[in-house]
């Protein structure tokens, strides 16, 4: 089963602030692990809220404002996907993550096609995602 | 440059209905479109927060805390990966967002994502090395990523 591990925003990351080399390095070695494992389906870092947008739809009107957004420990600073056999396996992958102190991470299920009844989806649409996810998310592997 | 489309989660997303099917046929209308375009690099919806767990790291001690979580609009309910021109464009897609999902009340994030060369220095070559490897193992068709070669052209 597929989990999304969301790494939550703090004042540093709303910053801009850049990771050590020393914690890149730490980084890299913790994906290569998730990669060697073959868990690893993708993995992305979010620039600052101020360099993003959000769009409200409300009684058919769109609203667009523009970053930053003060509430930074809602927003999110990056993410891993993650495939492994259970919400046990995910949580101890996540708590080898080398974070030190203050960092925060959620983890969430994801939907898949098996999860909704079988005629929500006509058969055309799921042989389109299936033809999608094939060519586009599979364990990144060495 | 890529971007984050981030879906905020809210009452429906949190609870236990799932889309009807003619949002099913709206939302993979939407994304054929962007996959045809070639700017549709991933996504996926997410499961209620009573089905995850949040962990904090204090001193380099992970705690963890199980779902559900109260504050709904702070949640994400699901999400896509898009690699276009600029912000603008980015929020074009984003405006052209199915009309039935959350029966036209929805509110969405857009973030730019990090790349390589953003990072300057601290950056270093081995790492630099390491994470090209990883993308360009991406790119072969065995992670997240459309190919550039294989994304179907308009």
Redesign the interface.
Known sequence: M?F?V?VKANAESEAGV????EM??AM?RY??EL?AAGVM??G????P?S??????????K?T?TDGP?A?T??L?AGYW?LDVKS?EEA?EW??R?P?????????????EAS???V????EE?LK??AA?RE???????? | MRFMIIRKADAETEGADLPTEELFKQMGDYIEEMVKAGVMLAGDGLKPSREGARVKFHNGQPSVIDGPFAETKELVAGFNIIDVASKEEAIAWVKKWPQLDGHGEVEIEIRPLYEAEDFGDVFTPEERAREEKMRAEMAAGTGNAVPEGQRPSN
């Open positions: 597929r999304m969301i850049l990771p050590s080399s890149i390095a890299g994906n290569d990669i389906l993708a992305e870092g979010l620039r809220s360099e993003g947008a959000r769009i409200k739809y409300e009684n058919g769109v667009v957004f509430e420990k809602e999110i996907l919400k949580l996540i708590r993550i974070f030190t102190d203050g960092e925060e991470v959620e983890l969430r299920k994801v939907f999860d909704f009844p005629d929500a989806i006509s649409h389109k995602e999608w060519a586009t998310q599979k364990p990144i592997r060495h």
